[in-house]
């Protein structure tokens, strides 16, 4: 099923130029970097004038989930009207959704109790005789784990974690190349900290000495805002976790060695709100994926 998303303009976006030498001025409330201009809201069309690159999501699924249906979104230059075909043992096309935008296609497959783990390859052809795209895409085997789906109760004492405000564990990280705001800042309110998701790792021990049961952490996700994401209710990309704070894989970790403490964690996901920077607000699926005015 599809959600409109609430664009939210409050403080999320910016738009960049060239910055100088130093970003900062003496101002600790000083919301953004020095060459940096607010951005400012204006219609977004859903066109398909402005293409990305190509992308699949989600990106991977498992077998013998609860629910058999999954509907995968495929992003590619012009290719919302072309058929497609896949051919893999116990997954069938339901539906194939169409929007506005020619460079999105939306197919609902159907994923059978029983089937097993793979790749399979979703084909879009253009025409009969015409030219064939084709997308691996895989399903993983579902690993059942007890601990994973508990819940909280009256009982639980929640910490609340701002990561980039808690312990840096990683220093390597305060800034990635091509990310658009560098550098941490702890004299500036709005500015990155560094903290991460190692740094949280590192103080399990910590958390557990207070009695804390349940870790609940700003959402991860990536932000890849020019300033004033620092909070992670900015997303950019839905499926990544911001490389200033980790990998995916760091936070499998930390949430693997929270539970064998017995501790729960909290997962926070925005999906009606995002960061002006997401990759779709570049090149919208429709003209009602985003409320607009």
């Given at each position: 099923?599809?959600f409109p998303i609430l664009l939210w303009f409050t403080f999320t976006g910016a738009i960049a130029f060239a910055q100088p030498k130093t970003i900062y001025n003496d101002d600790p409330f000083q919301k953004l970097p020095l060459g940096t201009h607010e951005s400012e809201y204006y219609y977004r069309p859903a066109n398909g004038a402005h293409f990305g690159e190509p992308?699949?999501?989600?990106?991977?699924?498992?077998?013998?989930?609860?629910?058999?249906?999954?509907?995968?979104?495929?992003?590619?230059?012009?290719?919302?009207?072309?058929?497609?075909?896949?051919?893999?043992?116990?997954?069938?096309?339901?539906?194939?959704?169409?929007?506005?935008?020619?460079?999105?296609?939306?197919?609902?497959?159907?994923?059978?109790?029983?089937?097993?783990?793979?790749?399979?390859?979703?084909?879009?052809?253009?025409?009969?005789?015409?030219?064939?795209?084709?997308?691996?895409?895989?399903?993983?085997?579902?690993?059942?784990?007890?601990?994973?789906?508990?819940?909280?109760?009256?009982?639980?004492?929640?910490?609340?974690?701002?990561?980039?405000?808690?312990?840096?564990?990683?220093?390597?990280?305060?800034?990635?190349?091509?990310?658009?705001?560098?550098?941490?800042?702890?004299?500036?309110?709005?500015?990155?900290?560094?903290?991460?998701?190692?740094?949280?790792?590192?103080?399990?021990?910590?958390?557990?000495?207070?009695?804390?049961?349940?870790?609940?952490?700003?959402?991860?996700?990536?932000?890849?805002?020019?300033?004033?994401?620092?909070?992670?209710?900015?997303?950019?990309?839905?499926?990544?976790?911001?490389?200033?704070?980790?990998?995916?894989?760091?936070?499998?970790?930390?949430?693997?060695?929270?539970?064998?403490?017995?501790?729960?964690?909290?997962?926070?996901?925005?999906?009606?709100?995002?960061?002006?920077?997401?990759?779709?607000?570049?090149?919208?699926?429709?003209?009602?994926?985003?409320?607009?005015?």
């Amino acid at each position: 099923m599809r959600f409109p998303i609430l664009l939210w303009f409050t403080f999320t976006g910016a738009i960049a130029f060239a910055q100088p030498k130093t970003i900062y001025n003496d101002d600790p409330f000083q919301k953004l970097p020095l060459g940096t201009h607010e951005s400012e809201y204006y219609y977004r069309p859903a066109n398909g004038a402005h293409f990305g690159e190509p992308r699949v999501e989600p990106p991977f699924w498992w077998t013998d989930m609860a629910e058999t249906t999954l509907e995968v979104m495929i992003y590619d230059q012009g290719i919302r009207d072309w058929e497609p075909q896949l051919d893999y043992p116990g997954v069938k096309l339901l539906t194939a959704t169409r929007l506005d935008n020619p460079n999105y296609l939306f197919l609902l497959l159907e994923i059978e109790p029983g089937t097993n783990p793979g790749t399979l390859t979703i084909a879009l052809r253009e025409s009969a005789q015409g030219p064939v795209r084709n997308y691996p895409y895989e399903l993983k085997a579902r690993t059942p784990q007890q601990t994973k789906a508990q819940g909280v109760t009256a009982q639980d004492l929640i910490y609340l974690i701002m990561p980039d405000r808690f312990a840096n564990g990683d220093t390597g990280n305060d800034s990635v190349a091509g990310m658009k705001q560098q550098g941490t800042n702890r004299d500036k309110v709005y500015f990155r900290h560094g903290g991460d998701l190692i740094g949280i790792m590192e103080h399990l021990d910590y958390l557990e000495s207070l009695g804390v049961t349940t870790l609940w952490l700003n959402p991860v996700l990536e932000n890849d805002q020019p300033y004033e994401s620092y909070h992670g209710y900015a997303i950019t990309d839905h499926y990544r976790i911001d490389r200033r704070l980790g990998t995916n894989e760091q936070y499998r970790q930390l949430v693997q060695l929270a539970h064998e403490r017995g501790l729960k964690v909290i997962m926070d996901v925005v999906f009606n709100q995002t960061g002006d920077e997401h990759w779709f607000m570049h090149d919208l699926p429709a003209r009602d994926w985003i409320h607009q005015w």
